[in-house]
């Protein structure tokens, strides 16, 4: 009697124990199944999130349409990937019932869908408080038309029977393509952008003119070797443009995107005037090792910034540089490691590098004795740095020392600043007027803000009406076009202060 009421009992709490757990997994299920349900309001929207793309705003919540603009590309390369989120910002699953380019497989985007390659998904759940990504690419074709296109189109999102909007908008550039080209004299125009892949090669005794406006864009690690000469006369409002093919303002500063312009020895000078160079290793390169002999160069209102390794390299050239801005490199600003002949004036040279590696090295370096280590041996280049004149100019940056000097002492080193501010070490002694006349040392220049490179001096810059006139009268206009004759005495450097009146 005991045992089977102890074996009755023992069943009886088996049972209810199977029962309460079958509750618990029921009420769990049933849990789940609410949490997952698909039941939203009529009126749901999703929300388009601009965390990594160029928009209007970082979140567009509930809009019937958004937009992603591209910059300008260049015809058949493609462009860089934009991408964007797609958030559910409900309790419970939904469920998007298409989502799909307007323009379908015609169409000149791609999408990559929650990580599929496909202009097109069907039925895509986004959990609640989760969200996709979706990436976008463009590719355009030619168009034969010097003129910018625009390409539209649109990513449409079904929800709940409503329709939702991505708006897609690219601006197209076609390009004359040069890859590895070697060229005869001829002229480029501001028709069409030249886009350089590998190399461009001028040869011997030609002549590559350019035309004002013209922009010439480099793909990595292209560069152009003049072993004839390039004449780019661009002109104050259509400036010659050299930079990289990545047109994206993230890429407007970068460096080492493309090698650089190199100018063997020649009989023909080039000129650069009203220039643009950036996002090189080396803007210019003036000469080399195995070519003998000078080469020269004359520069006037060009810029050379955002470089890795020099903006002016020369070996043993002859540069006549005017209003000249050389900023943002990573060694060297200029260097001039063997001997040569050079003229700057009316030249600013600033350097805070940082932003990729720390430097070490001075802004500018003059030198009649070049040291080059090969495999087996060491072998020391000597030349005469017959003059390097530094005229009403500006050499700053962030180092303590931004000019470094080596001199064999047999060979010619001649040098002159004059009416110059620079930053120098205290350990030079520049009691010697024939080599530093009217300088002033080691007191910042005050640059309007050099974190967004602007290097015009302030209304409190030591730079300022302190210039010889007669530097001014050889360069009336700065980089500016501002008049440099209008007060007292023409400010140092490339730029003139201007008065900018408050605002009322």
């Not at 609640?128 to 074709?141: E, K, N, R």
């Not at 990573?330 to 050079?342: H, T």
Request: negative net charge.
């Amino acid at each position: 009697m005991n045992r089977f009421y102890g074996y009755k009992h023992r069943a009886l709490i088996k049972k209810i124990t199977y029962l309460l757990l079958l509750i618990l997994t029921v009420g769990s299920l049933f849990y789940a199944c609410q949490q997952d349900n698909f039941t939203i309001p009529d009126n749901a929207r999703l929300i388009f999130s601009y965390d990594s793309i160029h928009a209007d705003t970082t979140f567009l919540a509930r809009s019937e349409s958004a937009k992603i603009m591209f910059d300008t590309i260049f015809t058949t390369i493609g462009s860089t990937t934009q991408s964007f989120r797609v958030i559910n910002p409900y309790n419970h699953s939904i469920s998007i019932s298409s989502i799909k380019l307007a323009g379908g497989d015609d169409s000149p985007y791609q999408l990559n869908i929650d990580g599929e390659m496909k202009n097109s998904a069907h039925d895509v759940t986004i959990y609640a408080h989760d969200s996709i990504y979706i990436f976008v690419q463009v590719t355009i074709d030619p168009n034969n038309s010097s003129l910018p296109l625009v390409v539209n189109d649109s990513i449409l999102f079904t929800l709940n029977n409503q329709l939702q909007k991505v708006k897609l908008t690219a601006w197209g550039q076609d390009v004359v393509p040069i890859r590895g080209a070697e060229i005869y004299s001829t002229t480029w125009t501001a028709d069409k952008p030249y886009l350089v892949y590998d190399s461009l090669i001028i040869k011997k005794f030609q002549v590559l003119t350019i035309e004002p406006g013209t922009r010439i864009y480099f793909h990595e690690g292209a560069f152009i070797k003049g072993v004839g000469a390039i004449v780019a006369k661009g002109t104050p409002d259509k400036p010659i443009i050299f930079k990289t093919d990545r047109l994206e303002s993230m890429y407007d500063d970068v460096p080492s995107k493309w090698y650089g312009i190199l100018l063997f020895p020649n009989s023909r000078q080039s000129i650069f005037e009203n220039v643009e160079i950036r996002n090189a290793v080396i803007g210019l390169q003036v000469g080399i090792l195995e070519n003998p002999g000078s080469t020269k160069v004359k520069l006037n209102n060009v810029k050379i910034e955002h470089v890795s390794y020099a903006g002016i390299f020369s070996i043993a050239g002859t540069i006549e540089a005017t209003n000249t801005l050389i900023a943002d490199c990573g060694y060297y600003c200029i260097a001039l490691p063997l001997g040569g002949s050079y003229n700057f004036t009316h030249c600013t040279i600033s350097n805070y590098w940082g932003s990729y590696s720390n430097r070490q090295t001075p802004s500018v370096y003059m030198a009649n004795i070049l040291k080059v280590e090969y495999k087996d041996s060491t072998v020391y280049y000597q030349s005469d740095l017959i003059n390097a004149n530094w005229n009403n100019s500006i050499i700053w940056g962030n180092l303590d020392s931004e000019i470094d000097f080596t001199n064999n002492g047999t060979n010619a080193f001649n040098f002159c600043f004059d009416h110059c501010l620079v930053k120098l070490a205290d350990s030079i002694d520049v009691s010697n007027t024939s080599q530093f006349n009217k300088l002033i040392k080691n007191i910042d220049p005050r640059f309007t803000n050099t974190r967004i490179y602007n290097y015009v001096p302030d209304s409190l810059s030591p730079a300022r009406n302190v210039g010889a006139r007669t530097y001014g009268e050889e360069v009336p206009y700065d980089l500016n076009q501002v008049s440099r004759l209008a007060d007292d005495a023409p400010d140092l450097g490339a730029y003139e202060y201007i008065y900018i009146p408050p605002k009322k």
